[in-house]
């Protein structure tokens, strides 16, 4: 069964770090079955595409919101894709979800995502002092 699973959030101070992690199961990173791509939700707000990486061609794409802030990097060994946060903000604040991403377009400095598939209840993220 084709999984990704979410670990990593927690609490952290405006400035800070954090590093989520995506493992997936039931298939490798070389044969991923689309682009993985990290995504958030804050309440009463839409979901926002914020990195995605392409394993075809090893390319990575940011919102504008993130860029310049999170990194994306993968892990064939324990089969796991990471978002490194830095320079967290208040407004980082959501649950953050990883899952396979059937096509994307950028539009006026988004990442916007269809097809979203197995993806899992994703991880929840708190900037705040």
């Known amino acids: 069964q084709l999984q990704l699973t979410e670990s990593g959030g927690g609490l952290v101070q405006p400035g800070g770090s954090l590093r989520l992690s995506c493992t997936a199961s039931?298939?490798?990173?070389?044969?991923?079955?689309?682009?993985i791509g990290w995504f958030r939700q804050a309440p009463g707000k839409e979901r926002e595409g914020v990195a995605l990486i392409n394993f075809s061609d090893g390319s990575i794409s940011y919102s504008d919101s993130v860029k310049g802030r999170f990194t994306v990097s993968r892990d064939n060994a324990k089969n796991a894709v990471y978002l490194q946060m830095n320079d967290l903000e208040p407004e980082d604040t959501a649950v953050y979800h990883c899952a396979t991403v059937s096509s994307v377009s950028y539009f006026g400095g988004e990442l916007q995502f269809r097809g979203v598939n197995y993806g899992g209840q994703g991880t929840q993220v708190t900037v705040s002092s």
């Open positions: 039931g298939f490798t990173l070389d044969s991923a079955p689309a682009p």
